[in-house]
């Protein structure tokens, strides 16, 4: 199970950072996703992370402003949200898998329920 945490209602500008915590699992020889979907939008990918690399991807709209991390002990990969904008308002989940493209969300086996995150003009 994966439980996402962090969500919130912040104003433009302002930073988020979001926590993606395995539950009765072991993030390993996987990569763990970050995804997004706004009201009326298809699911958007985000960021990942290959857990065997550490190597991060960046979708267009989180780079430069988003940064994914992951912390070993606590079996918890991060999302820190930088200067967020209007836009960034979706539901964001994060998923494991990623074993073909990280970017596909078909690629990823377990979701996680979502987080809310609303930035406001």
């Known amino acids: 199970q994966l439980v996402e945490s962090g969500g919130g209602l912040v104003q433009a500008g302002d930073s988020l950072r979001l926590s993606c915590a395995a539950s009765?699992?072991?993030?390993?020889?996987?990569?763990v996703g970050w995804f997004r979907q706004a009201p009326g939008k298809e699911r958007e990918f985000v960021a990942a992370?290959?857990?065997?690399?550490?190597?991060?991807y960046y979708g267009d709209s989180a780079k430069g402003r988003f940064t994914i991390s992951r912390d070993n002990a606590k079996n918890t990969v991060y999302l820190q949200m930088n200067s967020l904008k209007p836009e960034d308002t979706a539901v964001y989940y994060c998923?494991?898998?990623?074993?073909?493209?990280?970017?596909?969300?078909?690629?990823?086996?377990?979701w996680g329920q979502g987080t809310q995150v609303t930035v406001s003009s």
């Open positions: 992370i290959r857990w065997s690399s550490d190597s991060p």
């Open positions: 998923a494991e898998g990623g074993s073909g493209s990280l970017t596909a969300s078909y690629e990823y086996d377990y």
């Open positions: 009765g699992r072991t993030f390993s020889d996987s990569a």
